[in-house]
Nanobody, 126 residues
Framework: QVQLVESGGGLVQPGGSLRLSCAAS????DYWAIRWFRQAPGKERE????????????DYADAVKGRFTISRDAGKNTVYLQMNSLRPEDAAVYYC???????????????????WGQGTQVTVSS
């Protein structure tokens, strides 16, 4: 079992930055895929960014490329999402999710994801 806890959300002005954290407990996140999703009111959940902790490979949705960065601190068993140049359309509840990395060439955009956090709200408004 893995428990995931997100934090770091809040209210930020357009152009501002936030860093979201996804802290894991119960298992060390070695050779796991971790993905950040977001869901805005009335919209479908979408994948934002992900990382394979086995080889460090990452992926980003086109909407966030160049603005968001995913990273991992193995010592803290935590994955981060640094979000810069935030836009009103980035406002959503952000969730992190985890699954075991299945193969050496596993692509972290593939699901299904088995473990989910409770989400953290990001509001972008002036």
């Amino acid at each position: 079992q893995v428990q995931l806890v997100e934090s770091g959300g809040g209210l930020v002005q357009p152009g501002g930055s936030l860093r979201l954290s996804c802290a894991a407990s119960g298992r060390t996140l070695d050779y796991w895929a971790i993905r950040w999703f977001r869901q805005a009111p009335g919209k479908e959940r979408e994948g934002v960014s992900c990382i394979n902790t086995g080889d460090g490979s990452t992926d980003y949705a086109d909407a966030v490329k160049g603005r968001f960065t995913i990273s991992r601190d193995a010592g803290k068993n935590t994955v981060y999402l640094q979000m810069n140049s935030l836009r009103p359309e980035d406002a959503a509840v952000y969730y992190c999710a985890a699954r075991i990395q299945r193969t050496a060439d596993d692509t972290c955009t593939e699901g299904p994801y088995n473990y989910w956090g409770q989400g953290t709200q990001v509001t972008v408004s002036s």
